[in-house]
């Protein structure tokens, strides 16, 4: 699994072919890489557990995942992909685009069920464990479109396609709908906001006042707001973002600790050192070595 596919917060990468926007990926935490951090796509997504156990988050919330369970990402929704204690967590990562699923002109279907579910008016519950009564069903629908992708049989599209539907339907129908309050929108705006400023000025100084003017906060309530969402302060959050910059920067093989230091926005190589081993639990150097 290429590693630069999760640099990203607002990631812009096509994850999906133009003619058939379907795709999948399988990964091994902590094997490929040891976390995905909080982003967000226009993709739809489906998680699917397939060995061992991790955490899941989708808007900030986070869930315990184990084999078997299945978590489902809307359009634009943030979410993240960690490891739980020391254990290791295979899975299937499912992406389409929702234009797979519209249809040109008026269409009941897609203007009433299908838009309100990929715009973020409802969310389904992310999270489908064995105890769900649309487990099963889930499971053997998912597994269908698994074998046609890897089949490949003549037009196998338009039956992947069918299944994309019924996968839909089980969400409206059997899954709990969560309507967003206006207030948690504009809370998960904000965190993209900050998310997306991160992402396009991590290699230069970022101050909290400056962070905090781009929600139109004081420094104080940035500060608050920000610990309160994302459960961390917002200086470690940045440097946990520069330091797995760095370590995919060290893996890639390319240039020196100090390259990858500076180009991660560590200004000090010493505070960068320390850091690292405190997060990784290995120097830079070894860390590129294993």
Known sequence: ?????????????????????????????????????????????????????????????????????????????????????????????????????????????????????????????????????????????????????????HAYQLAVKGLLFQIMFLLLSECSQLPVPKTDRKSLDKVKTVLSYVEEHYQEPITIEEIAAQCYYSKSYFMRFFKETMGTGFIQFLNDYRLEIAAKLLLSGDGTVLDAAMQSGFENLSYFTRSFKKKYGVTPGKYRKE
Request: proline share 5%; net charge negative; charged share 20%.
């Open 1 to 153: 699994m290429d590693e630069k596919q999760y640099a990203g917060c607002r990631e812009n990468i096509d994850h999906t072919p133009e003619d058939f926007p379907y795709n999948v990926y399988l990964c091994t935490i902590p094997l490929d890489f040891r976390s995905v951090q909080t982003h967000w796509h226009d993709e739809m997504e489906i998680i699917v557990i397939k060995k061992g156990e991790g955490i899941v988050a989708v808007d900030l919330t986070a869930y315990e995942v184990h084999a078997g369970d299945l978590v489902f990402v809307c359009s634009g929704q943030l979410h993240s992909i960690s490891q739980k204690d020391a254990c290791t967590m295979e899975y299937e990562n499912i992406l389409f685009r929702p234009s797979l699923l519209r249809t040109a002109g008026f269409d009941m279907c897609s203007e009433r069920l299908l838009q309100p579910l990929c715009t973020g008016k409802i969310r389904p519950v992310p999270l489908v464990t064995a105890v769900s009564s649309a487990h099963a069903a889930f499971s053997a629908l998912i597994g269908q479109m698994d074998k046609l992708c890897d089949a490949r049989p």
